[in-house]
């Protein structure tokens, strides 16, 4: 098939545009880890860029994602600013969050890009709150919850499909099968491989997608998601791709062969969007390496305004625990609630004096 | 004011909440149809619909997610667990998830949920099903943790707690939900982190809350007949502390006794212990006592409950040997 019939010629760039900066960001975050800027784990998405790509791009900018921990790349897809990501990542006050999530925890509420959640398949229950929230209010709201092929195997992901499907719930459970739960293999670890086949026990559809091709992605994700609006319910996708480096910076890959490893690198879904614009004449020759030049000039961009964005202040530590609260009640009063949320540490020996003066004479 | 049984405290504060924001709405294990294993939810399926009291299967992971998601979105939801043993398996929600994510978020978001949950011991139901985790929830920043003990707390948290933006665990207690007391209508609103001073007295304060709450002030009462005048704080909160009140009476009485149903090790007492202890230790006269539950699996055979249960005499016994 055609793609002219399809796509225009800007959208299909924007994808490849898209897919080329999350790898050359993914890059640069190695890089950077490498050279001691960014710390802890970093869980790199190079490989999977068209999972994200297609998925983001089917979605409405009200639509949610909600993800794991390898989500830099699927934060950028839903829009968030790579500047703010690679500043989160290198733990600057400028960050997503300020520099208290780090790698794992991506948020930006603007962009519906709901987080990054480290305990695998614990963003599955939030996905299914989220599609309540829509459905509970009448819109046409779909989330998009993204796990690794590790979740299939936690109580959460049943959890969470049979009372989405109960309740009706507009949510996209998308599976990227990369084949591997850190160094384990899916069949070492899951009992039924073919994960789109585990909707079946939940009563909803499943379907496999092409993770290594953004338009499949994209195609698969935009006709689920016209359904899921339409009040047909949850689906189940599972997206095969690969990662083509270790689970994180730390992981040594002694797992896989380079044979196999080597034969999905041939399937790199940003050369493969390339040839396929180029063959049909969709892009212009020298768009290419236009987009290419664009691209490392953000990541560099990033990378520059994160080097120069001051780390937290100190006082932020204990910020943003709790929400201090106050309320209007039926007379109109505001009334404060006393916490206010300075969670009680031992006072300083001159309060404890004061206090004491204060207090009755001892017998 | 009207008298209410504790669990009809709780029902008309989710009553009114829910006639007051359309955003609350009710889900948990045979909440709807059932009307709630406690009673509590009585009535609010046929006066709310099944839109806003939601029957779910009995999944905890996915209750606790499901609600603080739908929090995230927006919306006030109110899960319960049909008792707090099975919070267990919703530890990673609670946790991981409901406290943490306003904090890792950079405060970008917050997560307005509340977690309903019966504790309690002294029922034989069994080790499974005799137990109190306060100290657990209030190990973890970022969660509010409430133990009303009387119908008129119970409403008055439960309706503060419902429009406060913090995920908050509500802990209430199996063995109060047929007690009776007065309870103001309509809007009564108990503050977070407020103790109350429930008697006041000169020799020694009884720290308490939930249920131990009711045996310390039955033992206050009984000390009184031998002229030891007890001081009972009711801690409502326990996450965070109020330590102001727990301070002045502390430096007021300098005896202290903290009273606990929970398991001795890692009692939230030893915490309380050990503020009064960092910040007014020269007031104090002796040293601050725990009656606590022993350290045992809660046993079935009414004696050995009993036996592993603190009871009256317990806190009595410990005043005396302090005054």
Redesign the interface.
């Known amino acids: 098939m055609k793609l002219t019939a399809q796509y225009t010629g800007t959208q299909l760039l924007q994808m490849y545009r898209q897919m080329l900066l999350i790898r050359v960001f993914e890059e640069k975050v190695a890089e950077m880890y490498t050279k001691g800027h960014i710390s802890g784990f970093s869980h790199l998405y190079i490989g999977q860029e068209a999972v994200a790509v297609g998925v983001a791009s089917a979605l409405a900018g009200t639509d949610?994602m909600?993800t794991a921990y390898r989500e830099h790349g699927q934060a950028i897809a839903k829009g968030c600013d790579p500047k703010e990501v690679m500043a989160e990542l290198f733990g600057k006050a400028t960050?997503?969050?300020?520099?208290?999530?780090g790698s794992m925890?991506l948020?930006?509420?603007e962009k519906r890009f709901?987080?990054g959640?480290a305990?695998v398949a614990?963003q599955?229950?939030?996905?299914?709150?989220?599609?309540?929230?829509?459905s509970?209010r009448e819109e046409d709201t779909v989330v998009a919850c993204l796990f690794g092929d590790g979740a299939v195997n936690e109580?959460?992901f049943h959890?969470?499909l049979?009372?989405a499907s109960?309740?009706n719930l507009p949510v996209i459970f998308i599976c990227e099968n990369n084949l591997y739960g850190m160094g384990t293999a899916v069949h070492r670890a899951t009992a039924l491989t073919h994960i789109a086949g585990h909707a079946c026990a939940y009563g909803i559809p499943g379907l496999q997608t092409d993770g290594m091709d953004v338009l499949a992605v994209h195609e698969t994700v935009s006709r689920l998601a016209r359904n899921v609006r339409d009040g047909q319910g949850p689906v189940l996708v599972e997206a095969l791709t690969y990662r083509f480096r270790g689970h994180s910076m730390a992981d040594p890959l002694k797992y896989r062969t380079p044979q196999e490893e080597e034969i999905w690198k041939r399937r790199d879904p940003i050369p493969a969007l390339a040839e396929m614009m180029s063959r049909e004449g969709l892009v212009r020759s020298d768009a290419l390496t236009e987009t290419r030049q664009s691209v490392e000039q953000e990541v560099a961009a990033a990378i520059a305004f994160a080097e120069e964005s001051p780390v937290p202040p100190e006082q932020q530590l204990m910020?943003?625990?709790?929400?201090p609260?106050q309320?209007m009640?039926?007379?109109g009063a505001l009334?404060h609630?006393?916490?206010?949320?300075?969670?009680?540490h031992?006072?300083e020996p001159e309060q404890?004096l004061a206090?004491?003066g204060e207090?009755?004479g001892?017998e | 004011m009207p008298e209410l049984a504790y669990r009809d405290a709780l029902n008309q504060a989710l009553r009114e909440e829910m006639t007051?924001d359309g955003r609350v709405?009710i889900m948990g294990e045979d909440v709807a149809f059932y009307e709630g294993s406690y009673k509590v939810t009585r009535g609010l399926l046929s006066e709310f619909g099944p839109?806003r009291v939601?029957d779910?299967?009995i999944?905890e992971?996915?209750i606790?997610?499901?609600?603080?998601?739908?929090?995230?979105?927006?919306?006030r939801?109110v899960a319960e667990f049909m008792t707090v043993n099975f919070t267990l398996l919703a530890m990673?929600?609670i946790v991981?998830?409901a406290a943490k994510?306003?904090?890792?978020?950079?405060?970008?978001?917050?997560v307005p949920v509340v977690f309903r949950t019966p504790q309690g011991s002294g029922k034989q139901l069994g080790a499974q099903h005799s137990q109190q985790l306060e100290s657990w929830f209030c190990h973890c920043?970022?969660l509010?943790v409430l133990a009303p003990s009387t119908p008129a707390d119970a409403k008055g948290l439960l309706k503060?707690a419902i429009?406060?933006?913090?995920p908050i665990l509500f802990l209430e207690n199996q063995n109060l939900y047929g007690i009776k007391g007065e309870v103001p209508e309509?809007?009564h609103?108990v503050?977070?982190?407020?103790a109350n001073v429930a008697r006041e007295g000169n020799d020694v304060t009884l720290i308490s809350y939930s249920n131990a709450f009711h045996l310390a002030l039955k033992a206050a009462e009984e000390l009184a007949e031998e002229s030891i005048s007890a001081e009972v704080i009711d801690l409502r909160?326990l996450?965070?502390?109020d330590?102001e009140t727990i301070?002045?009476s502390a430096?007021?009485t300098?005896r202290v006794v903290i009273v606990s149903e929970a398991w001795r090790t890692g009692n939230l007492a030893a915490e309380i212990a050990m503020?009064i202890v960092?910040?007014?230790f020269?007031?104090l006269d002796a040293p601050i006592r725990r009656v606590t539950a022993k350290d045992v699996p809660m046993p079935y055979s009414r004696d050995l409950e009993a036996l592993a249960l603190p009871q009256v005499a317990d806190v009595i016994g410990a005043v005396r040997e302090m005054v």
């Open positions: 949610y909600i960050g997503l969050c300020g520099g208290k999530g925890h948020f930006d509420l709901m987080g959640f305990i614990g599955m229950p939030l996905a299914v709150g989220l599609g309540l929230c829509a509970y109580g959460a959890e969470s049979n009372l109960l309740w910020q943003d625990i709790y929400v609260t309320f009640d039926s007379t009334h609630q006393p916490m206010s949320i300075s969670v009680d031992a006072p404890a206090r004491r207090t009755e001892r | 007051r709405f839109k939601r779910t299967p999944a992971e996915v606790a997610g499901a609600a603080i998601g739908a929090a995230m979105g927006g919306l939801p990673d929600q991981n998830h994510i306003r904090y890792m978020f950079g405060g970008n978001i917050s920043p970022g509010i503060t429009r406060d933006e913090n309509n809007e609103l503050p977070i982190g407020q909160t996450h965070p502390l330590m301070r002045r430096a007021k300098h503020r960092e910040s007014v020269d007031e």
